[in-house]
């Protein structure tokens, strides 16, 4: 999948944890980097399950890619490892 889903818009993390997701634009937006979340998974439990290809997309401008990855790096290294 091409990074950009969006023109002017760059996907800096991809998953199916919403909770993740909402962290992630949390350290982004505490760093001054405008950031969206585009949410393909539907709240129904079921609709989940159906189309595994659904995912949740953090985006960031184009102009800002680059900072947002190093500091999203930079935060997964200090991160203890979970047992």
Do not use: C
């Not at 919403?18 to 634009?25: G, R, V």
């Not at 953090?58 to 890619?65: F, R, S």
């Not at 290294?77 to 979970?82: A, D, F, K, L």
């Amino acid at each position: 999948m091409a990074p950009e889903i969006r023109k002017g818009w760059n996907i800096v993390w991809e998953g199916m944890d919403e909770f993740k997701a909402h962290l992630i634009k949390g350290i982004l937006e505490s760093n001054e980097i405008p950031v969206v979340i585009y949410n393909q998974l539907d709240s129904a439990y079921m609709i989940r399950y159906l189309h595994r290809n659904a995912t949740i997309k953090v985006l960031v401008p184009e102009q800002y890619y680059s900072q947002a990855i190093d500091l999203l790096s930079s935060v997964s290294e200090t991160q203890e490892p979970s047992d």
